[in-house]
Nanobody
Framework: QVRVVESGGDLVQPGGSLRLACVVSVTIFSRYSMGWYRQSPGKQRELVASITDRGDRNYVESVKGRFTIFRDNAENMVFLQMNNLKSEDTAVYYC?????????WGQGTQVTVSS
């Protein structure tokens, strides 16, 4: 059963950078595809970046070239490096498996992009 703890969210100005981190508690973490999801008020949660067990990455079009997902299997962690942040990136960010289990989500970490 997967359990996650996300961190790294903050208030940042447009154009700024943040790195989100997620500690994952699960047996054999390296076998799981992992993703970063986000949800902003009034919108559905969306998958913005994913990385497979082999390290293959995918991104939603709106973050391509700005966000990078990577993982550390030795530490059971997944990260999201976010550069050139925009106001539309403001959301609560969650990490989870891909596909998500549906019935479990961590507390998330708030990212606010504002001047």
């Amino acid at each position: 059963q997967v359990r996650v703890v996300e961190s790294g969210g903050d208030l940042v100005q447009p154009g700024g950078s943040l790195r989100l981190a997620c500690v994952v508690s699960v047996t054999i973490f390296s076998r799981y595809s992992m993703g970063w999801y986000r949800q902003s008020p009034g919108k559905q949660r969306e998958l913005v970046a994913s990385i497979t067990d082999r390290g293959d990455r995918n991104y939603v079009e709106s973050v391509k070239g700005r966000f990078t997902i990577f993982r550390d299997n030795a530490e059971n962690m997944v990260f999201l490096q976010m550069n050139n942040l925009k106001s539309e990136d403001t959301a609560v960010y969650y990490c989870n498996t891909v596909p998500s289990p549906g019935d479990y989500w961590g507390q998330g970490t708030q990212v606010t992009v504002s001047s």
